[in-house]
């Protein structure tokens, strides 16, 4: 991990904060000193430690996103190949009553054969 030292003046100015505000913060131990020669310094991570930090919680988002979304695709195939089935089904329902009523039909045509034949 890369460290960096800054003077108390350089710490203020980059946070943003009053000196006042910064030996708060070193009170309060929220971030790390130490004293040397008379000046007091801050320890802190370099920006690209921070950066990092930013890039992985940003990829590990991206990650649970896309985990979520192939959850979704998987229940939406899931889904798919269920309605297939029906389809299916139902298809071949609709095949055995066309037959049944292809049936019925000539079942009809030849009974009224019949009855013209008889008459």
Same mark, same amino acid.
């Given at each position: 991990?890369?460290?960096? !030292? +800054? =003077?108390?003046?350089?710490?203020? %100015? ?11 913060? #070193? *009170? ?30 940003? !990829? +590990? =988002?991206?990650?649970?996103?896309? %985990? ?11 889904? #798919? *190949? ?38």
């Amino acid at each position: 991990m890369k460290l960096v !030292l +800054n =003077s108390l003046k350089e710490y203020c %100015k980059n946070e943003s904060i009053t000196d006042a505000g910064a030996r708060k913060r #070193i *009170s309060q131990k929220l971030v790390k000193s130490i004293q040397l020669d008379g000046h007091l310094y801050i320890i802190q991570e370099s920006n690209e430690v921070y950066e990092l930090k930013n890039k992985i919680k940003i !990829l +590990n =988002s991206k990650i649970k996103e896309l %985990k979520s979304s192939v959850l979704i695709y998987t229940k939406q195939d899931e889904q #798919i *190949s269920k309605l297939e089935n029906k389809i299916e089904k139902l298809e071949f329902e609709n095949e055995k009553q066309r037959n049944s009523k292809e049936e019925l039909y000539e079942k009809i045509i030849g009974q009224m054969d019949r009855l013209i034949i008889m008459k």
